[in-house]
């Protein structure tokens, strides 16, 4: 008997855990979605997409792109229409296969990027002030490794 009480509350704490990170994450993103609209005119899907590309110079593929960002072939490429027209992006074919396309960062898309990169770390750096520096490592490292498992399927 004792022994189900514990499980069950256990299983309720992972409950509260959940729903905490969820609202933690929701509250962040709302603020990080309306100051990159506020003071870069831009999206955090273009963000996101811009971060990814950043750390690939050369380029990458547009399904390594979707793949890496967790979300739909359409989805990135309605994104990367944006950031081409903005001259943000470049998309280049792919040596000996026409179906695919390479994107990269431009010179003023690099540029636009670190800008907005630098004033958004500060943005997290005070959305998330009140977390000491050696708690932050802790929780960072306590969901890499759930990540880890959890990809492996576990």
Known sequence: MVAVAVAERQ????????????RAQRLIEGQLRERLKTEFD???PRFDVMAALYRQPSGMLMSDLSR????SNGNVTGIVDRLVTDGHVVRAQREG??????VRLTEAGTAFFE?????????V????????????RHLAGILKSFRSNWERGA
């Open 42 to 44: 831009t999206t955090l």
């Open 115 to 123: 800008k907005m990169a630098a004033v958004h770390e500060g943005w």
């Open 11 to 22: 299983e309720h704490a992972r409950l509260r855990l959940w729903v905490r990170i969820l």
């Open 68 to 71: 890496f960002l967790l979300v």
């Open 125 to 136: 750096d005070s959305l998330l002030a009140d977390i000491g520096e050696e708690d932050a």
């Open 97 to 102: 296969d026409r179906r695919t396309s390479i």
